[in-house]
Nanobody
Framework: VQLQASGGGLVQPGGSLRLSCEAS????????IGWFRQAPGKEREFVAA????????AYADSVKGRFTISRDNAENSVYLQMNSLNNEDTAVYYC???????????????????WGQGTLVTVSS
């Protein structure tokens, strides 16, 4: 079971980045996929999630209207399009897999069975 996050980097405030999370070793379509982030000295926090068949999405209030999560089950991948980035978006971003049927719990770290390694996003001028 593996999740590989990529696409991080250095971007100026107001810029955009697209993160990718590629899955292998499990039936990707069976899992909800979430993105979390962890800034230096802070706890890991929920960013966005997408339901296993892509029918529903959820976002943290801090990213609503700026970030868009999508998935391509044929490519075993989930994407996070991040626009209008600001300094507070600087963090290591992680993708994770969840089989929960309780969508209202999708923002909880405990809902996720496995995690990928992170990709660093730095927003700075």
């Amino acid at each position: 079971v593996q999740l590989q996050a990529s696409g991080g980097g250095l971007v100026q405030p107001g810029g955009s980045l697209r993160l990718s999370c590629e899955a292998s070793g499990f039936r990707f379509g069976d899992y909800n996929i979430g993105w979390f982030r962890q800034a230096p000295g802070k706890e890991r926090e929920f960013v966005a999630a997408i339901r296993r068949f892509g029918g529903s999405t959820a976002y943290a209030d801090s990213v609503k209207g700026r970030f868009t999560i999508s998935r391509d089950n044929a490519e075993n991948s989930v994407y996070l399009q991040m626009n209008s980035l600001n300094n507070e978006d600087t963090a290591v971003y992680y993708c994770a897999g969840s089989m929960t049927n309780i969508w209202s719990a999708i923002a909880r770290r405990a809902s996720y069975e496995f995690w990928g390694q992170g990709t660093l996003v730095t927003v700075s001028s």
